[in-house]
């Protein structure tokens, strides 16, 4: 079984329509990352996690909010979808306080807003 | 702030010829420097990483990279592609005191000719 899993896989929704996008990881990391990729754009990190009590903004986290459940489940949540939050979303685990620098990415989820 | 830049967005080897791809960060401390690899429709792998002593790094399907401080650069290589190397290649940087955040490039695509 994978280490990092992300579902649903590719969704398909409609402008104003709330999307939940979940992570699940069996690493026993405790930070968690969300990120999405746009062609040309490279990763750009919407928020990131320490543990369950501790969440933070990333570089784009404007029109998303997270939930971190348990060390080894952090959700994505669009509020409210917009066409321009179209692109391929990631999930990545690390724990540098174990030597761990490195992120470990889930498959992706292909999000599309009409 | 700190910066990757990955100076060409597409490149084209023939099978077997060397391959280097480039990058360049900027900031002053001394960073973590990863390479990973995401072939279509798949997450991203890790191909190597360093974080100090020898900065010539080995990874995985037989790429290097070299740390070069004078430069900045982390640059990978490999001395003969095979046709199942064309992906797209990501280089990351991340520094400590940054929570473990790591910035992307914007990726180089490999596009390999028989």
């Known amino acids: 079984d994978a280490d990092v899993t992300q579902t649903p896989r590719n969704r398909i929704t409609k402008t104003g329509k709330r999307i939940m996008l979940e992570c699940s990881q069996t690493?026993?990391?405790?930070?968690m990352y969300w990120y999405r990729q746009d062609p040309g754009l490279g990763l750009r990190l919407i928020y990131y996690s320490f543990d369950v009590k501790d969440i933070n903004k990333g570089e784009i986290s404007d029109g998303y909010s997270v939930s971190r459940q348990a060390q080894a489940k952090f959700s994505l949540s669009l509020e409210s979808a917009i066409p321009n939050q179209t692109a391929l979303y990631f999930c990545a685990t690390s724990d540098p306080l174990a030597g761990i620098y490195e992120q470990y990415f889930g498959p992706g989820t292909r999000l599309t807003v009409t | 702030a700190q910066s990757v830049t990955q100076p060409d967005i597409h490149i084209t080897v023939s099978e077997g010829a060397s391959l280097e791809l480039r990058c360049n960060y900027s900031y002053g401390a001394t960073p973590y420097l990863f390479w990973y690899v995401q072939s279509p429709g798949q997450g991203l792998q890790l191909l190597l990483k360093?974080?100090?002593?020898?900065?010539l790094v080995q990874g995985i399907k037989g790429f290097e990279a070299e740390f070069k401080r004078s430069q900045s650069s982390f640059n990978l290589r490999k001395p003969s592609v095979h046709w199942s190397d064309a992906a797209e290649y990501f280089c990351a940087v991340g520094f400590t005191g940054t929570a473990s955040k790591l910035t992307f490039g914007t990726g180089t695509r490999l596009q390999v000719t028989l």
């Open positions: 360093y974080f100090s002593g020898d900065t």
């Open positions: 690493k026993g990391h405790d930070r």
